[in-house]
């Protein structure tokens, strides 16, 4: 079975929305791509609402790593259809019994936004399988035209990081036709990075973010930007006394979390990598994003940064799950890693939801 294309995307959030019409609501936001493309998300729950609790689960940000936006109109699917005759859902040996399932759709808003960046994931599938970013057209330093801007470095924390970072402590560039990094001409310049915001920006009752990539496998939480420390609250990427200096591992910086926030985001991710681990025995990782490489202008980051950056909004715990080994596995391989994440989000939801939590 092929991988889905975005117009069968696009059909599957309208196919959820007219058969469980009490369920769902489509959210159709408010940027066209570079190539006049709508983006569509899908809001599932008893009630759905701006103020609701929500988690807001997104696929599609790179383009070459197609598994995500399938994953998320499976989990979806699975969902509903689950809820809706009372039923629990299994993957592996990972178990949602019928009141889990239950209280996910009656306690919470669930808004899926399953592809975001549906041009870059067009030419992916059709052009140029190892593309990664949007398709803007963009002007390079020598007058020529380059396409695209990489998603998830445009986010507007910490986004030029030529200021904000050491010298080569980050993974981005400022050149418009690197194929893989390119952060953009500013912080939220693209259509696709702007919708994403909207989203947070719309859903004040938002708490919860995990944007869906692959292929580490892995599961990260705060922060991107440096390595955690819950010590100094002075060491933030507010801060422009440190600029320069971040993203180095063996230097004194330490970008600052809460220990209260930490052991949260430490107690999700685990939730998240025990539930992969049941499906197929993968034993994913789990850490800071940082652990992977410094990144700037990241989707997670910008999530968890939002409340610290401009104090009264509501604060969002960001995360990165990188499903699986390969970005376009074969059908056996896709069908495994669309498993590992759907357990891993219910398992995020299911703990979300418990008394302690």
């Known amino acids: ?46 009630t759905r609402s701006a103020d609701q609790r929500t988690a807001i689960f997104v ?23 689950a809820y ?10 990972a178990y949602f019994d019928k009141s889990t399932i239950a209280s996910i759709v009656d306690d919470m808003q669930i808004v899926i936004l399953p592809c975001a960046n549906p041009d870059g994931r067009v030419f992916s599938q059709n052009v140029d399988g190892d593309w990664r970013k949007n398709r803007r057209p963009l002007v390079n330093h020598q007058g020529g035209v380059c396409h695209g801007v990489d998603i998830n470095r ?24 690197h194929k893989y990094l390119y952060v953009g001409p500013a ?53 422009p006394a440190f600029d ?3 993203g180095n591992p063996d230097d004194t910086y330490g970008e600052f979390i809460t220990e209260g926030d930490l052991d949260t985001v430490r107690s999700l991710a685990r939730a998240m990598k025990d539930a992969i681990t049941l499906v197929a025995g993968d034993d994913y990782s789990v850490g800071p ?37 390969e970005f376009q596995p074969d059908d056996s391989g896709r069908e495994t890693n669309t498993m590992e994440v759907c357990a891993a989000l219910l398992a995020f939801c299911e703990k979300v939801n418990a008394p302690d939590a």
């Open 1 to 46: 079975m092929a991988y889905l294309n975005y117009d069968e995307i696009v059909s599957a959030v309208q196919i959820f929305t007219e058969r469980y019409p009490a369920l769902t609501t489509r959210v159709s936001l408010p940027n066209l791509t570079a190539e006049s493309r709508r983006v569509e998300a899908l809001a599932i729950g008893k």
């Open 59 to 81: 696929g599609g940000v790179h383009a070459r790593e197609w598994v995500p936006p399938d994953a998320l109109i499976g989990l979806a699917a699975d969902l509903l259809e």
């Open 84 to 93: 809706s005759s009372g039923t629990g859902l299994r993957y592996g040996s």
């Open 154 to 177: 445009n986010f507007d924390v910490a986004w030029d990081f030529r200021l904000h970072f050491a010298p080569g402590g980050v993974s981005a560039s400022d050149d418009p036709c």
């Open 187 to 239: 912080a939220a310049s693209e259509s696709e990075t702007r919708n994403i915001v909207w989203l947070l920006d719309s859903l004040p009752g938002t708490g919860w973010f995990v944007d869906i990539h692959s292929a580490i496998p892995a599961v990260f939480h705060s922060w991107g930007l440096d390595s955690n420390q819950t010590a100094d609250p002075q060491q933030n990427f507010l801060n």
């Open 244 to 246: 320069g200096i971040r």
């Open 289 to 325: 994003a940082f652990e992977l490489y410094a990144t700037s202008g990241a989707s997670d980051d910008y999530a968890y940064s939002r409340h610290l950056a401009r104090p009264g909004l509501p604060k969002v715990l960001g995360f990165t799950m990188e499903c699986g080994h």
